[in-house]
């Protein structure tokens, strides 16, 4: 008998964020999310203080064989004048009746909160981690990336949920890029500098507070067309900056300059997923802290993960710089792998920024949606 229960007690949560484990505990590409993250993310992140969620339980019997969050994004609505509700958290055994069982669950909470349309997965927004992987199943996800078995695009189709967009993942193995381009980075620096008067400087992280401000502005500003856009409130932004904060490459953390003014920035991350797959179930205690901190320097990938330029500074060749730059310093550390993550499909003009330095597109994440 199967039955759906909304998280309501400790005891449940920690149900709801451990169940992924036992789902992928033969898939040797998984890599488990941090508990105590997880549980901030559910719980106390500031995203709650403007917007809602809940999560649900299906249980065949007694055990647990799917999940999911039904999330209203009050901030994102209220920015982009829709009234749509968002699936997160998704993760089910493979059969369609727990999928749609649900889904449905999703559906009817979000009802009545008034949504017209549900769309997703997002875990809860777009400014974390999102999409459902569609192509590329033969490699790891990178840190803060998503993760998903083939037959999950199958449920979700099955459901009645139809393409709203795809998200773009780009990989360099080794030091497979062009190096032509790397070879004009100065020229494309020296003209940004003379014509322009834009600088490429590193994130001054001793005085990252005020770095942190004048970077938020820029982030609204910079993804304001970005799909399922809105903006961060600064408890958000500061929430996650201080998070980057604690894994941050100085070296990898850079932004264009005018005058003292931000107008662009890029930022790179290294992969920790290469040791939180070996934390087991997430949890930093009694031994993950220590694998965490102590093998920090052994990592050999990055994640560009945060690249944008506010308008009127876009066409200038800031984005092919910045990326540049990251990808000239990952070549000098003699890293094995970077990926730059996501893109949506239609920015033109920051993937063709990307595959000039020799970017593989070898991974796609959709964004589904279904009218309700």
């Known amino acids: ?146 993760y998903n078995p083939e037959y999950y695009v199958t449920l979700l189709e099955n459901a009645g949920f139809k393409k709203q967009t795809d998200l773009l ?32 400087r590193k994130i001054n992280l001793k005085n990252f507070k005020q770095e ?27 929430y996650t900056a201080k998070d980057l904060k604690m894994i941050l490459d100085p070296d990898f953390a850079l932004v264009a300059e005018q005058d003292g003014k931000i107008v662009g920035f890029g930022v790179a991350i290294p992969d920790i997923n290469q040791i939180l797959k070996t934390i087991k179930k997430g949890r930093l205690l009694p031994t993950g802290i220590f694998k965490l901190l102590l093998n920090k320097k052994k990592i050999t990938g990055i994640r560009i993960m945060l690249l944008g330029v506010i308008d009127g500074y876009r066409k200038l060749g800031i984005e092919a710089s910045l990326y540049g730059s990251i990808i000239k310093e990952y070549r000098r550390k003699g890293l094995k792998y970077a990926e730059a993550s ?10 063709r920024a990307i595959e000039a330095i020799g970017g593989d597109q070898y991974k796609t994440y959709r964004i589904y949606e279904k009218p309700i």
């Not at 190096?179 to 008067?197: G, T």
């Not at 970077?215 to 399922?228: C, E, F, I, M, P």
């Open 342 to 351: 996501w893109t949506l499909e239609n920015n033109d003009m920051v993937n």
């Open 1 to 146: 008998m199967k039955k759906i229960v909304p998280v309501q007690s400790k005891k449940e949560l920690a149900s709801f964020i451990d169940f992924p484990h036992d789902l992928y505990k033969n898939d040797p590409l998984y890599v488990p999310e941090l508990f105590i993250a997880q549980k901030d993310l559910l719980t106390t992140h500031p995203f709650h203080k403007h917007s809602s969620l809940q999560t649900f339980l299906a249980y065949d019997g007694d055990k647990i064989v799917g999940r999911i969050a039904a999330i209203y994004n009050t901030n994102h609505n209220k920015f982009n004048n829709v009234n749509d509700g968002f699936f997160g958290f998704f993760d089910v055994i493979n059969d369609q009746e727990t999928a749609n069982l649900l889904f449905d669950t999703a559906i009817k909470w979000l009802k009545e909160k008034g949504a017209e349309k549900i769309a997703g997965p997002v875990n809860p927004s777009t400014n974390e981690t999102c999409g459902l992987l569609v192509k590329g199943f033969d490699k790891p996800p990178v840190v803060m990336m998503t």
């Open 169 to 200: 993942a780009w990989y360099w193995d080794g030091q497979n890029y062009n190096d032509k381009s790397l070879k004009m980075l100065d020229m494309l620096q020296e003209r940004l500098k003379r014509n322009s008067n834009v600088v490429i």
């Open 212 to 238: 942190a401000d004048a970077l938020r502005d820029v982030y609204n500003k910079a993804w304001d067309k970005n799909l399922g856009f809105f903006p961060m409130t600064n408890e958000e932004f500061d």
